[in-house]
């Protein structure tokens, strides 16, 4: 399928029921998986919170979050509700050390995020909204 508005894909990532496509302008495409096989695929959103290259594209387990990262500016992070298509309004905030983001991934029952940075940092994050790890 062809993403729609995207120049430059720099990264895919996919859920049992989405795919996000990043894009070197900062722009992600959140696309329904069973539509990628019509002719004309519209996305589900475009999410434009970031203005660089997104690095990273991370779903967690249950497919409910996705995480999206830049590692060209500071604090470049966004977490994104998949069931109101919105990122999360209220982290990271100005006082998150995030500094520059090269990884990111979520544990395997979403209970962690962590998140790595070029300076060498691992941070962990509990995401209490899961019970378990």
């Not at 409910?64 to 470049?76: N, Q």
């Not at 905030?93 to 090269?102: D, G, I």
Request: charged share 15%; aromatic share 8%.
């Amino acid at each position: 399928f062809q993403d729609d508005g995207a120049l430059h894909v720099t990264s895919v990532g996919h859920s049992t029921r989405h795919i996000a496509v990043g894009s070197d302008s900062g722009v992600v495409n959140i696309y329904n998986k069973d539509d990628i096989f019509k002719s004309r695929c519209k996305p589900l959103r475009a999410v434009m919170n970031l203005t660089t290259e997104i690095d990273r594209t991370e779903f967690n387990s249950t497919g409910e979050l996705l995480a999206i990262s830049s590692k060209e500016l500071k604090h470049s992070l966004r977490l994104i509700n998949l069931h109101s298509l919105q990122c999360m309004p209220n982290w990271p905030t100005a006082n998150t050390p995030l500094a520059h983001v090269s990884a990111v991934n979520f544990s395997p029952s979403s209970g962690y995020l962590g998140i790595g940075t070029t300076k060498g940092k691992a941070l962990l994050y509990r995401l209490t909204h899961y019970p378990s790890y």
